[in-house]
């Protein structure tokens, strides 16, 4: 984990350097592509609380509250990544805060998210995919939401080869990890699992599962390079939508949560 942070806090160099062109990018265009917007624009209509958990450059925090949010928390293990996405939410005035820490385990207090949203490029430093999902499902109030926009979990196979698609001969699909050759991971760790790894977290969280779909584009491209893999034959990025239950469960069955003691956290009422 300590050299993978390092190696981000590297490739997040990326984001200072180019700090005046991303400034200019949030100003005059979203982050969230239409299959995102298409799924979230309801639920930001009710001005959510959202947290975004490997908040990055924060352009998608951005392009959040623009479409609606009331406020986004990011959580980044880069202090690179954070200071600058600091630094550009301030400076365009958004409601848009940062922290920096290593997750799971996000040092927020339980139930602060109406939303929450996490993706392109964030699952792949999970070794411990239960382990999110619960930290999630801890966040999100009841009735909440989790929002996932990622590639797709058979993109580390593909070439990216310009004549046609072809498959890595290192890799499968049912490792459990391998190492990122290419920027901006320079040779950090990257975790995989199945997209039916991933939605059995989601669901032994106790969240309820509302939409996953598959897409042929990437949400990242390399430069000017047209890889073959990318043209609509293979999956290169999915969504996911789940819902936190408005019921916990009790020696007698489900009952509704409520506001318990204090400490303002939810716990289920008495049975």
Same mark, same amino acid.
């Given at each position: ?38 799924? @979230? $624009?309801?639920?930001? #209509? %009710? ?12 352009? *998608?925090?951005? +392009? ?43 040092? @927020? $207090?339980?139930?602060? #998210? %109406? ?12 070794? *411990?995919?239960? +382990? ?140």
């Amino acid at each position: 984990m300590e050299s993978n942070r390092i190696a981000w806090e590297t490739a997040s160099r990326k984001h200072v350097d180019e700090y005046d062109e991303l400034l200019d990018e949030a100003r005059t265009r979203s982050a969230l592509s239409p299959c995102e917007l298409e799924l @979230l $624009r309801p639920l930001l #209509a %009710d001005s959510p609380a959202v947290v975004h958990l490997q908040s990055g450059h924060g352009l *998608d925090d951005i +392009a959040l509250v623009a479409e609606g949010a009331r406020s986004v928390v990011g959580v980044d293990f880069s202090s690179v990544a954070a200071t600058a996405a600091q630094r550009r939410a301030d400076e365009l005035g958004v409601n848009c805060r940062y922290v920096v820490a290593e997750l799971p385990g996000a040092p @927020l $207090r339980d139930g602060c #998210a %109406d939303l929450v949203y996490t993706g392109k490029g964030a699952l792949i430093w999970m070794p *411990d995919l239960d +382990a999110w999902a619960a930290d999630v499902a801890r966040l999100a109030r009841p009735g909440g939401h989790l929002f996932v926009h990622e590639a797709h979990p058979m993109v580390p196979l593909w070439t990216w080869d310009e004549d046609e698609p072809r498959i890595r001969p290192d890799r499968g699909y049912f490792e459990r990890s391998h190492v990122n050759d290419t920027f901006p991971a320079n040779g950090a760790v990257e975790w995989q699992t199945t997209l039916a790894g991933i939605i059995t977290a989601v669901l032994g969280a106790g969240l309820e599962l509302r939409h996953v779909a598959e897409h042929p584009e990437p949400f990242w491209r390399w430069g000017d390079l047209d890889a073959a893999a990318w043209r609509g034959q293979l999956p290169n990025t999915f969504t996911l939508l789940a819902r936190k239950p408005s019921w916990g469960t009790g020696p007698t069955g489900p009952v509704p949560w409520c506001r318990a003691g204090r400490s303002g956290r939810w716990g289920t009422s008495a049975a």
